[in-house]
């Protein structure tokens, strides 16, 4: 798939994403996120270099911080191009903006944005999900226990809400699974030549 196609299907997907008038306050809620590899890379072609969500994530566990690359004086600097889990932000059930941000239309159902994450993440993959994967998708976001599941993890690992909370718990799942979270790069030293 050429990248003006593989553009123009993430487009068409983030506008059935409404938005919700964001007041720019939000940026203590920007995390570690996961995205298609061409949105990456059209972040990158603004300049922009935004670690795979892993190594994000180990700088969260190591140093209790993380900062969005893409921030500049409290804005996303890609705010257009932004992944679709940031499109997501405040605008579905399970990501409500904390600072009221609503979209006029209402929030989507989190089986609707996570099928629009799900689609997005396939954007260019030889072998994009099926309807009956997106079906079963659904179904499982119409059960109200699963829901309220996703709600409330979400609610209660934002890394900018609790960041030892969230550290732990990524560091747990990772261990529950035998996975290792991969160290933040060390410091080079410089290294003295004999002679």
């Given at each position: 798939?050429?990248?003006?196609?593989?553009?123009?299907?993430?487009?068409?997907?983030y506008?059935?994403?409404?938005?919700?008038?964001?007041?720019?306050?939000?940026?203590?809620?920007?995390?570690?996120?996961?995205?298609?590899?061409?949105?990456?890379?059209?972040?990158?072609?603004?300049?922009?270099?935004?670690?795979?969500?892993?190594?994000?994530?180990?700088?969260?566990?190591?140093?209790?911080?993380?900062?969005?690359?893409?921030?500049?004086?409290?804005?996303?600097?890609?705010?257009?191009?932004?992944?679709?889990?940031?499109?997501?932000?405040?605008?579905?059930?399970?990501?409500?903006?904390?600072?009221?941000?609503?979209?006029?239309?209402?929030?989507?159902?989190?089986?609707?944005?996570?099928?629009?994450?799900?689609?997005?993440?396939?954007?260019?993959?030889?072998?994009?999900?099926?309807?009956e994967?997106?079906?079963?998708?659904?179904?499982?976001?119409?059960?109200?226990?699963?829901?309220?599941?996703?709600?409330?993890?979400?609610?209660?690992?934002?890394?900018?809400?609790n960041?030892?909370?969230?550290?732990?718990?990524?560091?747990?799942?990772?261990?529950?699974?035998?996975?290792g979270?991969?160290?933040?790069?060390?410091?080079?030293?410089?290294?003295?030549?004999?002679?």
């Amino acid at each position: 798939m050429k990248r003006s196609d593989m553009d123009a299907a993430l487009d068409e997907l983030y506008a059935k994403v409404p938005q919700p008038g964001c007041k720019g306050l939000c940026v203590d809620s920007c995390g570690p996120v996961g995205m298609n590899p061409r949105e990456h890379q059209r972040i990158r072609e603004r300049g922009v270099k935004i670690p795979h969500h892993r190594d994000a994530l180990a700088q969260l566990i190591e140093t209790g911080d993380y900062s969005c690359p893409a921030l500049a004086d409290g804005q996303c600097s890609v705010y257009d191009i932004r992944p679709m889990s940031c499109h997501l932000w405040g605008a579905v059930e399970s990501m409500p903006c904390p600072y009221g941000c609503r979209p006029e239309e209402g929030l989507l159902s989190d089986a609707e944005g996570h099928t629009l994450l799900a689609r997005s993440l396939d954007v260019g993959k030889p072998d994009p999900l099926n309807a009956e994967q997106l079906g079963r998708l659904k179904q499982r976001f119409d059960d109200p226990k699963f829901r309220r599941t996703v709600r409330e993890y979400v609610q209660e690992n934002r890394p900018a809400a609790n960041p030892e909370q969230a550290v732990q718990h990524w560091a747990g799942k990772a261990a529950q699974y035998g996975i290792g979270l991969p160290a933040a790069p060390k410091a080079k030293r410089s290294c003295r030549r004999r002679g």
